[in-house]
Nanobody
């Protein structure tokens, strides 16, 4: 299994980025897929996740600004990030685990597979 993130970069506050996570070795549809981030000196935190039925979960800090989505045909997960803030700076990781329920949000725990990350830097 391989998860490869892309789309990170440096933008000014208020800007947008779209992250992608290309999956190989697994079909993403039956998985709980998530985006995580780790800011310098801070613990990794869950940002958004999407379950097999398409239900989504978001961290309070990104609600209304970030959107998680997937393209089943392309086997790719996305994170559209708008109205970016300096606090959004960090390494962003894609992760996956088999979904343990058919419907509803799947949260962030128990991820089995991780990508290597893509760096997002937001300047004020």
């Amino acid at each position: 299994v391989q998860l490869v993130e892309s789309g990170g970069g440096s933008v000014q506050a208020g800007g947008s980025l779209r992250l992608s996570c290309a999956a190989s070795g697994l079909a993403i549809r039956p998985y709980c897929m998530g985006w995580f981030r780790q800011a310098p000196g801070k613990e990794r935190e869950g940002v958004a996740s999407i379950n097999r039925d398409g239900s989504t979960t978001y961290a309070d800090s990104v609600k209304g600004r970030f959107t998680i989505s997937r393209d089943i045909a392309k086997n790719t997960l996305y994170l559209q990030m708008n109205s970016l803030k300096p606090d959004d700076t960090g390494m962003y990781y894609c992760a996956a685990r088999p979904a343990d329920k058919w419907m509803g949000g799947c949260g962030y725990s128990g991820m089995n597979y991780w990508g290597k990350g893509t760096l997002v830097t937001i300047s004020s």
